[in-house]
């Protein structure tokens, strides 16, 4: 007999809800407030215990606010057409921003998005809409405990977007944990994590350390300041065991938008990485 998975669906088959509504609602793991984006229609802004969480567009689930997430969502689009049966792992759901753009870019997609707060997974499937199962299925879930149980080879993308306020749950970024994301990956898979730091930049240099030990293939996507430690922001890690695509399209992608970015391919990454230590689980006594 298998383990019993942790983790549980209530959401799959809850009633649709009436749609968005402002306010501040309780959920499991504190509060979350839904605010209208008063620079664009139909738009609402997620915040989870007041941080800025999820944008969501209603009219256009192609158009992603987080300039982050248009990074992932480019490399991703380098690597698969939009007719590949992608099966994509979501470890962090909150408003299921890229999952919601993944199934309008790749029709024959199948998704999962892992999220911790049972309350907040339901308050999102009735607010927005989401492809029901099983174009996406919500999984309410701790993302470690979760991973650990999926199959080998069983995802071609799995996206780390996990915070506990500002910072990544230290369980989700060590060597342990990155070798279970590249066992469920299939062999020309690609792990992503939205990597959040300060100026110094030590923790991105340990994250990418982690990853760099875990995969043949890296690279790295960022704008130029943070990049080069001028201020707090998002670096965007990517490890696979099949070499990135030499697409030209993808920095050029990459440099439009709000704020351009600049992507690094393995041999900056590793030098970037080099002399970090690598993250580990803590050794029980």
Same mark, same amino acid.
């Given at each position: 007999?298998?383990?019993? %998975? ?32 008063? $620079? ?57 921003? @890229? ?23 339901? @308050? ?13 299925? @919500? ?20 996206? %780390? ?13 060590? #060597? ?24 110094? @930049?030590?923790?991105?240099? #340990? ?5 760099? #030990? #875990? $995969? ?14 001028? %201020? ?11 070499? $990135? ?41």
């Amino acid at each position: 007999m298998g383990r019993k %998975r942790p983790g549980k669906d209530p959401v799959e088959t809850s009633a649709p809800g009436a749609g968005p509504v402002a306010g501040t609602y309780p959920i499991d793991t504190g509060t979350c407030e839904l605010v209208p984006d008063s $620079f664009a229609s139909d738009s609402w802004i997620l915040m989870v215990n007041g941080v800025h969480s999820s944008h969501i567009d209603l009219a256009d689930p192609r158009h992603l606010d987080f300039e982050y997430m248009r990074w992932i969502a480019a490399l991703v689009e380098s690597r698969w057409r939009p007719d590949a049966s992608l099966r994509a792992l979501h470890l962090g759901g909150a408003a299921c921003s @890229l999952a919601r753009y993944f199934a309008a870019v790749y029709p024959g997609a199948r998704q999962v998005a892992v999220e911790l707060d049972g309350r907040l997974a339901e @308050l999102v499937r009735g607010w927005f809409d989401l492809p029901r199962a099983p174009l996406l299925r @919500l999984r309410v879930g701790e993302a470690r405990a979760v991973t650990e149980t999926l199959h080998d080879g069983s995802r071609d993308l799995v996206i %780390r977007d996990v915070f506990a306020g500002a910072k990544t749950p230290v369980p989700l970024t060590t #060597a342990e944990f990155t070798a279970h994301a590249r066992r469920v990956l299939a062999p020309d898979g690609v792990y992503v994590v939205n990597c959040g730091d300060t100026p110094d @930049l030590r923790g991105a240099r #340990a994250e990418a350390a982690t990853i760099c #030990a #875990a $995969f043949r293939y890296t690279a790295a996507i960022a704008d130029p300041a943070m990049l080069k430690g001028r %201020r707090y922001g998002n670096i965007i890690l990517a490890g696979s065991d099949a070499p $990135f695509a030499e697409d030209p399209g993808l920095p050029r992608a990459l440099l439009g938008g709000a704020v351009p970015a600049h992507l690094w391919d393995d041999a900056k990454l590793r030098s970037f990485a080099a002399g970090a230590r690598i993250l580990h689980d803590p050794v029980s006594s």
